[in-house]
């Protein structure tokens, strides 16, 4: 009777042990997806050239339009509708909250270094660019880790030419 107890204790165990390693990896899979799609809106939003500035002759990123193709891309990469809210498809299950969005244009004198104190980023910048910060919990699927939360950090830099 004592081997058959000591065997349940042993696959409870176990189990519990996968089921964290599980966790963990889908907790970095949703960290790399996550910081894969702020890559990628900051990268599409530091694209939008202002068509006035353009026509003077200076690069400069427009902010309304910067600002509209980085929420599409991170819609479109991480299924969240225009609020932040995840979709039914998505694999997140909390809102999705884009703390800092800023466009460091040509007004600045470059290299420029970005320093936030409050999320502890700093990124120094060769040309006109884009900071974003973004908030993203981790959905937790068997509640074997703590609550997990990051704050996705990205930048990207205008490329001409």
Do not use: C
Not at 36 to 59: C, K
Not at 118 to 136: A, D
């Amino acid at each position: 009777m004592y081997k058959l107890v000591l065997i349940v204790m042993m696959m409870s165990a176990w189990g519990s042990v996968h089921l964290l390693q599980v966790e963990e990896e889908m907790a970095m899979q949703t960290l790399f997806l996550g910081k894969h799609a702020v890559n990628r809106a900051a990268h599409a939003a530091a694209q939008q050239l202002d068509p006035e500035a353009l026509g003077e002759g200076v690069l400069r990123i427009a902010p309304g339009l910067a600002e509209e193709a980085a929420v599409r891309f991170l819609r479109g990469n991480l299924l969240i509708d225009s609020s932040g809210a995840p979709l039914p498809e998505s694999f997140l299950r909390h809102p999705l909250e884009v703390l800092v969005f800023e466009v460091i244009n040509a007004e600045r004198t470059f290299p420029y270094t970005y320093r936030n104190d409050v999320y502890q980023y700093e990124v120094t910048l060769e040309q006109p660019g884009i900071v974003m910060i973004v908030h993203v919990v981790y959905p937790r699927a068997f509640r074997v880790l703590e609550p997990i939360e990051w704050n996705i950090k990205g930048a990207a830099e205008l490329t001409a030419g």
